[in-house]
């Protein structure tokens, strides 16, 4: 999608704090961080929302190369050991504002409250 912000961060026509980077996915910091560590993990291609993955052919090889980038990227950000939680908003009520799908990734910082 050529107006995409994400996706013209990931073709580099805007700057970002790239953190990680493979075939499938690149990760990038949160330009308004809500966690010492807040990182953007961002497929490559344009996928709106979780949802879309749904009747996505490659939906299913998405969310597995997802099992390789998290721990990477937690590696990398030093939040591996101490843990850290993995957002991803999707639709109005999830507070989705980019719909380009991501995953954040925070971290640095106990969260006290349960979602659930
Ligand atoms: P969401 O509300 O789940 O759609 O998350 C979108 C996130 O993208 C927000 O946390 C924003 O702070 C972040 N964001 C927006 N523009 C940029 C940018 N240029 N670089 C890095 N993060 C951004
Ligand atoms: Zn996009």
Partial sequence: MT???FCRIIRGEIP???VFEN?????FRDIHPAAPVHVLLVPKRHVPDLLSLRDDP???SLMGALADVV???ARLCGVDRTGFRLVANCGEDGGQTIFHLHFHLLGGRAFGERLL
């Fill in 3 to 5: 107006d995409c912000i």
């Fill in 16 to 18: 970002s704090q790239r």
């Fill in 23 to 27: 075939e499938a996915f690149v990760a």
């Fill in 58 to 60: 490659e939906g299913a």
């Fill in 71 to 73: 721990p990477e990227v």
